[in-house]
């Protein structure tokens, strides 16, 4: 991977603004919040004390997954070169600096927005219900989740599929993935075990860093005509969740008919690549 050193100015430069943007716009939250809360009464405490509390209570959760997810893009920003270019081989520092984008280009700018809309859905955590700020969470998971069809597109139109796109996205649909769940369980709209999806996905990239660091085979996940269409089931069914639409009593019953099968395919993921469970078996 091309290390930061040898990432264009120009493109280290573009991260700096894009942070500064995400910064800038976790405060404008914080302090938006605070006066929207205003309006129906403190939650911490009479009095400004209380409602400047209620921004800060949410910016800390946020600003630490956004932190994460920025140092994440700046980590891999050397990875901002087509996909094309993964061929396994060592370049020299001169030919991989080439090869990198000097701006992050649409689709990654896209999939950044995301991760923003995704740390900002992780501050309700710290925030209890109330119907001033219902429908916020449903609001910014949602509207993640449907840009995540419009960078691929952009990528796929545009011709501007990097590694650093491909990254991008599989970290924060995991993010996704984990902090969504999570505040619909702080807000009581879904039952503690739906959490048993985020620890899937982190079970089943442990399992596969182990076999790979005691130098057991593992196999590569070939298609499959599932595996999206159950991914795509469970944003929806988490967007609606975190909705005032879904009462618990509702959200229950039905988050085991839609954890059920992702769960399974977890499973069976982790047998293919443990070598357990043959390709040819596999949807």
Do not use: H
């Not at 264009?8 to 603004?17: D, I, K, N």
Request: hydrophobic letters at 50%; aromatic letters at 10%; a positive charge.
């Amino acid at each position: 991977m091309t290390t930061v050193r040898n990432v264009p100015s120009a493109l280290r430069r573009e991260w700096v603004a894009v942070a500064t943007a995400v910064s800038a716009l976790l405060l404008g939250g914080a302090a938006l919040l605070s006066v929207a809360v205003a309006g129906a009464g403190p939650i911490l405490g009479p009095g400004a004390s209380g409602m400047t509390s209620v921004g800060v209570r949410w910016l800390l959760p946020a600003a630490t997954v956004a932190a994460f997810e920025l140092w994440f893009c700046l980590w891999y920003l050397g990875a901002n070169r087509p996909e094309s270019d993964d061929d396994g081989s060592e370049t020299d520092s001169l030919d991989a600096r080439a090869t990198v984008y000097e701006s992050l280009g649409a689709p990654n700018l896209v999939t950044l927005a995301r991760g923003a809309l995704f740390a900002a859905l992780a501050g309700f955590g710290a925030l209890a219900p109330r119907p001033g700020i219902a429908w916020l969470p449903a609001l910014l998971y949602g509207t993640g989740c449907a840009l995540d069809a419009v960078d691929g597109f952009l990528a796929r139109r545009g011709d501007r599929r990097t590694l650093l796109g491909a990254k991008l996205d599989l970290a924060f649909d995991t993010t996704g993935f984990l902090v969504a769940p999570v505040v619909a369980v702080l807000w009581g709209q879904l039952p503690v075990w739906y959490l048993s999806l985020s620890a899937a996905r982190y079970l089943f990239k442990l399992g596969r860093g182990l076999r790979r660091r005691r130098g057991k085979p593992v196999y590569d996940l070939p298609d499959s005509v599932v595996r999206r269409p159950l991914a795509g089931v469970q944003m929806a069914f988490i967007t609606v969740a975190l909705s005032p639409l879904l009462s618990p009593a509702t959200a229950r019953p039905l988050a085991v008919i839609v954890l059920a099968p992702s769960l399974a395919v977890f499973l069976r993921d982790y047998l293919v690549v443990a070598g357990w469970y043959g390709e040819s078996d596999l949807a």
